[in-house]
């Protein structure tokens, strides 16, 4: 059979071995190279011969995915494959990229050993150097090295590469993310020395009972371990070593410079001491539990798709580090190795996953899933084993994954056997045993609140490989998830999906996804669903992220606050107080934390907050000294009511129409103006533009079933008499449900009360969207500054990173950058707010107590027929929402929905708002 539709998964590879530091020489081949793109895969291989003249070609730089450099296009899907299932056969149209790259061979390497190591080829690479015919090899994110000194020639040297799109090994690659071929990691070559460390295996275990590490360094020929900083000079290879040692933590990541040294080369290693184990269900490193508070991380960049930048990897870890994320874990592949020494370094524990996946089976009942088929063994063990092997050395990594949603079979449980054989030192974790019969750990995805909890009582030990679906707006119901983490010591935590949006840079979306490519068969937005935005923004989820997060707990009582560190201790860190007349003190905590005295504080009039921030006391590799680790607000005076007695003030009939105190209405009672100003009538409002969260739980297409999105006004009824009342039905066409809702404006200071009743008639079974008057304002009134949570967005089980204060913005920064257009922006629980022009004239909005704000300049309709930012143009006014209340937005657009808690019901309700003069 054709190699690139053989279950062989490669042919004249070296073994796999550890990803290794040495002194020996090597050269990056990386650069622009001669490149051809064909559409099938058996194009002629003259192009291989040495002397081939390819000045024809284009070029293409290494690394790099061919579709994202003007040959062919991205695709997007998630579960289903974008080719027939017909293992392991790949379709006729295989877009298969040809590579030329020439290059001199340094001249001090003549005669040498000498292997080419590729990092990265996506999907299938057949290889020749200097005319002479290599071998295969599919397992896209995945090391192949193979022996080429013999073919070496001094000065020019020529390495070319077909490599297909598509391969069996596609059918093994179905992970959810873009299609992208291409040599899109390192090419590098490699001197191999006489005597030299092929393979360097280290065992580093701590004994927490004793505080003793002890080292074990194995290499397949005799050679010395030198670690300086614990006194070690020459200590044999293969002979264990027993001296104290601090271990390493994903809080404390304690690194040791060593050495490794045969006859013929060193190498060098950063080596971390700690012991991984299960204890009574409990998952423990060095003998405590271990509380995973984590996220799933594809390797993306707008721009570069998986071909990051190492400094974009840096980047990645040190946001992680400053939103308190402790693990990642490595979806659905291995990273660059370069990523692993970064966890090493900063600190993150790793789950690292195989490169597999075969979730596309799932479409035609698992028949044929390669997993349980016995011809594909050989490529589920040369999967793990080239995993496995390349990644032994990272401290940072303390479980292996099998892969992502390749359900069932033999040949998972065969990679587990030989993992656990391999390397006894980490349990082994797949999502898709869920008997859990060749695993250590019980992981599972989506689970709701209630399985989360049950699943914590063992047997094995419990994590969420996948929660909290940051799609769009959201997630919500993540704060209820990290408590259920804190509680069961059963529960090792869980991992967010996703990271980061993988939304590509487009010259006319902006970002795009799924279909934006004119893919035939595609999944849409579902590849735009992180933490961060595509440019690396940080979203509001993972601002919560940081919050949910926080390793240490505070408690008020009384005069005191007790501070409690959840994971690490409170060493780096100084506790710090402030309140809003801008006075600021430092706590005097316990070390390893207590009570400690709250600072006297003066009588306050009006809501009053003591807020209470840990900070970093000293720079940190990931973090200046200041930067905020946890904070929480206590509060010291309550609001005041807001005064509602009625002035003697009464609404006039004029020729235009009514005129009540600083408004203006027209002969209906329909507002017209207020301050001067020309604002548009206040009308009920039930829908909001769904979010993504929304689509999954079906909540959009309820919504519109029952017409929530074209609520017709009838008005029954003006009375002018102390107060101006309206009456008004609101209801969908084509159903007798309705709500007769009653606007009532009661002259208050020098404004207007409005107060507004619902009456609901007819069964509201459902869910809705929100409960909600609209007003329209000049456009020129864009600037709002509100006393309430802020600064950022949030919705009844979100925005739990916002803190009460005062906050000012203005309309265009309220909105939430989300990809695909859907709600955003609200600002919860406002006692007030001014939005004015820049003059400062507007209006000022106080709740009775609270409101929801929102500010936009579209209505949800345009905010919902948009499919990405640059399609929603503004309009002629800015629609200022005030809402008596949201539905939650929950994390149904993979998982559960909103939690029963806030779920938003149309119920017989009043609400209040004081409006007045800015
Ligand atoms: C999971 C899968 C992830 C991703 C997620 C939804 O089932 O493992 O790769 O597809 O759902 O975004």
Redesign the pocket.
Known sequence: MTYYADHQPTSGLRAPRAALDSDAPRLDLGGDWRFRLLPEADGPVEFATPAYDDTGWDTLPVPAHWPLHGHGAPAYT?VVYPFPLDPPHPPTDNPTGDYRCVFDLPADWAGEDVVLRFDGVDSCARVWLNGAELGMFTGSRLPAEFDVGALLRSGRNVLAVRVHQWSAGSYLED??MWWLPGIFRPVTLLVRPTGGLDDVFVHADFDHTTGLGTLRVDTPVPATVAVPGLGLAAVPTGAPVTVPVRPWSAENPTLYDATVTSSGETVRLRIGFRTVSIVDGVLLVNGEPLHLRGVNRHEFHPDHGRALPVETMREDVLLMKRHNINAVRT??YPPHPAFLDLCDEYGLWVIDECDLETHGFTFVGWRNNPSADESWRESYLDRMRRTVERDKNHPSIVLWSLG??SHTGSNLAAMADWTRDRDPSRPVHYEGDADCAYVDVHSR?YATHEETERFSHGPLPFVQC?YA?AMGNGPGGLAEYVALFDENPGCAGGFV?EWIDHGLRHPVHEFAYGGDYDEPVHDGN?VI?GLLFPDRTPSPGLLDVHKAYEPVAFAFTGDQVTITPKRGDLSRLRFEWTLPDGSTGTLRVPPGGGGAALPEWPAFTGETWLTVRAVLSVDTPWAPAGHEVAWAQHLLAAAPDVPTTPTSVRPQRTDEGISFGPAEFDRRGQLTTFAGIPVGAPRLDLWRAPTDNDRGARLHETWSAVGLHRLTHRLDAVDVGDTLVTRVRVAPAGTDRGVRVTYEWTPVGDGLLLGVHLEPEGDWPEPVARIAVCLTLPPELDRVRWYGPGPGESYPDTGFANRVGTFESTVDELATPYVRPQENGRRGEVRHATVTDATGRGLRITGLPRFGLGLTRWTPAVLDAARHRVELTPGSTVELSLDAGHQGIGTAS?GPGTLPSYELFLREQTFSVLLEQA
């Open positions: 998630n992970q959810d979806s659905h992502n949603e995805m996948e679906h999906w579902f669903d993979c």
